[in-house]
């Protein structure tokens, strides 16, 4: 029976994967609910319990892919992949009003090169501070700092060491958790109660995960707009940082 099991298992890796995610979804929305009284959103601690399970598949295993490394959770690893998240981030532009859309106008613009450019800076200072001194590290740590998939988006197109493309999805992935996390308790002092205010704030915080679980804690209505802008902020970020923004601080360090 349990070899039956296993082969059972590794042949539905796929159907086995979505099973999990959802299991890990539903008992992080009622911990969200019961626990946390919906003041931290139930995508911010799906994201910690998944990088946990990461973790322990990748001790379990010695692999590096985590729970993907086990057979019976091999489809994680496409579940997880590019192509699957890539069209989960662009769905959510089909709820988008057009009208609403085109409020946020040159404002809007403005908010999406500054979400793109001041990450960039923060992420190159603070790993200058740890002691990076060459462009290649400096540029996908800065990227990193965009979003988590800028970070290795800009380290593949440079060459940049594995370590520090490592990292830079970790700042990635600590940015779209204290947007979540900080989203819903800073949403009245933000003005974030309309479309226009949430594509100019999805526009400046920039992860697509982030700005969505921020403010489906704060208002589910607006979670097209904000992901919208953030989904065009992710394009931004992957098309600046590894060529102008990189050459630009080439020619500084």
């Known amino acids: 029976m349990a070899s039956v099991a296993a082969k059972l298992l590794a042949e539905q890796s796929l159907l086995i994967a979505f099973a999990l995610v959802g299991a890990l979804t539903g008992a992080s929305a009622l911990v969200s609910r019961w626990l946390f009284r919906g003041r931290i959103h139930a995508s911010a601690i799906a994201i910690l319990a998944a990088l946990a399970l990461a973790w322990w598949g990748g001790v379990l295993t010695g692999g590096k892919k985590g729970l993907a490394d086990l057979p019976a959770f091999a489809g994680l690893a496409l579940l997880g992949g590019s192509m699957l998240r890539d069209f989960a981030i662009v769905s959510t532009a089909f709820e988008v009003d057009v009208g609403e859309a085109r409020k946020a106008g040159l404002l809007g613009a403005v908010a999406l090169l500054m ?43 440079l060459g940049a060491s594995s370590p520090v493309m490592a990292l830079s999805i970790a700042t990635g992935v600590l940015k779209a958790v204290l947007v979540m996390v ?13 479309p226009r205010s949430a594509m100019i704030f999805g526009g400046l915080a920039g992860t697509v995960s982030g700005v969505a679980g921020g403010l489906a804690a704060t208002d589910q209505r607006l979670v097209p707009y904000g992901a919208l802008t953030a989904t065009f902020h992710t394009g931004l970020g992957c098309l600046l940082c590894p060529s102008i923004l990189f050459l630009v601080l080439d020619r500084l360090v």
């Open 115 to 157: 979400g793109t450019v001041l990450p960039f800076i923060v992420g190159v200072a603070v790993a200058w501070s740890f002691g990076y001194r060459d462009a290649v590290s400096l540029a996908t740590l800065g990227a990193g700092a965009v979003t988590y998939i800028v970070g290795p988006v800009t380290g593949a197109a």
């Open 182 to 194: 900080l989203t819903p308790i800073c949403a009245r002092a933000m003005g974030l109660d309309n």
